[in-house]
C-alpha cells in the first residue's frame, strides 16, 4: 500500500522522492522462519527500495524501533545527496508532492533569514535525563511553556533534565542535509547509539512507556529492586533522537529554523471525515493512523 500510494502521489519533476523501508540487518532473539526471510530478499531484490542497518529487530521492550532509528539517522546522510532526510512511521502516508513543495519553501525562508538548517515536523517540547539515563522526562503534548511548567513540577521529578527542545514526532520528522549530516558525524551521538545497545543486551526490559518511565522515580520511591536507571532501555525513540540534535546544534551553535507543520489542515487521521474533502486533501501532506 505504502509503494502504491508513494507512485500516485510522487513529486513534482525534479523534485524526486526515494522511499526507503530500514530493517535491522539482525534479530534481537529468535529470527523469522527461512521463508519469511527469502519473502523479504526477494522484495528488497525486486524494488531496491529496502534499505538493511547495523541494528537489531525485536527488541525485548517498547522502544521497538530505536536501535533502528539511530543507525539510519547515522548512516543515511553519509550515503546520499539528498537535499532532506526524513523519518515516517509505518502507519503514515506522506504525499511526497505536497511534502517537497513545503520542505522547497522551508528551505528557501531558512536561506533568506540566515538559519540555514532545517528541523521539519509536528514538534512538540520535551525534557530528557542525561547521562545515559535513556529517558525523556517533562514536556511531551504542549507548546515549549507548557514543557518549562512540567519540567519545573516538583511532582515529576524532572529537576536533572535537559530542555525543553523541540522534539520532531514520529509520523515525520524531516532535517535538511547540512542538519542530518551534522548529527551523523556528531561523535556523541554515535555514543549514545552504542551505550543505548549495550544496555538493550545488559539492561531492564520495560514493556510500556508508563514502566520505562519509571527509571528515576525507582531511584527515590523503589518502584521495582529489578530496574535502576543505570540500566535503563532507551524507550522513547523520537525524543531520543531530538535530543542528540539539540545536542549538536549547541554544540556547534548551529541557527537552525525549526518549522512546525500546523495538525489542522494538513495531518489528518485515516478517520477523519474531512479528509476526503477536496480542499483539505489538496494541501494534506500527511494521513496518519493508516491500517490494513
Known sequence: MLREFAAKAHGPPGRTVRNEFVFGDRFYESPP????????????????DAVFVGARERLPHVGKATEKSAAWWLSAPLRSRARFFCKTDDDSLIHHAHLAAALAAAEAQA???????????????RGWLPFNRFQACGGGWGGPIDAIRHL??????????????????????CM?????????????????FRVAMARNDFGAPCTTAKECAQSYLDEIKKWHVNHHPGLNMWHHEDAGISYNVWGVVNAKQLRVTVVH????????????????EPDQSARAIMMHKAKL
Not at 536561506?111 to 517540547?125: A, D, K, N, T
Not at 513540577?153 to 514526532?169: N, S
Not at 507543520?261 to 476526503?276: D, L, S, V
Open 152 to 173: 519545573e513540577d516538583p511532582k515529576e521529578h524532572c529537576e536533572l533534565a535537559e530542555g525543553p527542545f523541540p522534539q520532531g514526532t514520529g509520523q515525520l520528522t
Open 33 to 48: 522462519s527461512a521463508e519469511v526471510q527469502q519473502r523479504l530478499a526477494d522484495e528488497a531484490t525486486r524494488y531496491g
Open 111 to 125: 536561506l533568506q533569514e540566515g538559519s540555514p538548517h532545517v528541523l521539519f515536523s509536528y514538534i512538540r517540547w
Open 176 to 192: 535538511s542535509r547540512n542538519l542530518a549530516l551534522e548529527l551523523a558525524s556528531w561523535k556523541p551521538f554515535e555514543h549514545f
Open 261 to 276: 507543520m500546523p495538525e489542522k489542515g494538513w495531518i489528518w487521521p485515516w478517520f477523519h471525515p474531512k479528509i476526503a
